[in-house]
Nanobody
Framework: QVQLAESGGGLEQAGGSLRLTCTAP????????RGWFRQAPGKERELVAA????????SYADSVKGRFTISRDDAKNAVYLQMINLKPEDTGVYFC???????????????????????WGRGTQVTVSS
């Protein structure tokens, strides 16, 4: 199966910033919607941010609105999650995800449920200290 690979996680103090990157082999997921999810210990995996295939539509969890930004660079086949003003409650394993290839008619759709995604990375740990 095609692999997604996350990078950029680490330990950061509250108020700090991190930028996560998700990469995939060139030519893959070019017509897929993409998302970032996170999972804290003992909790279910939750959506952090999602972006449509077209890049024109995005969706964010209420807890990260105004602090996190998702973007995609299809030339590099990469998706980014810029995180600023980090809080301890942002701690968790962050996963990158991709849908199966989409058609033109749902190119602007964003997908917010883990079940909408068929491809996952292995995750990168983000720890925010207070």
């Amino acid at each position: 199966q095609v692999q997604l690979a996350e990078s950029g996680g680490g330990l950061e103090q509250a108020g700090g910033s991190l930028r996560l990157t998700c990469t995939a082999p060139l030519g893959t997921f070019s017509t897929s919607a993409r998302g970032w999810f996170r999972q804290a210990p003992g909790k279910e995996r939750e959506l952090v941010a999602a972006v449509s295939w077209s890049g024109r539509s995005t969706s964010y969890a209420d807890s990260v609105k105004g602090r996190f930004t998702i973007s995609r660079d299809d030339a590099k086949n990469a998706v980014y999650l810029q995180m600023i003003n980090l809080k301890p409650e942002d701690t968790g394993v962050y996963f990158c995800a991709a849908t199966s290839p989409l058609t033109y008619y749902n190119g602007h759709n964003v997908y917010t449920r883990p079940g909408d995604y068929d491809f996952w990375g292995r995750g990168t740990q983000v720890t925010v200290s207070s």
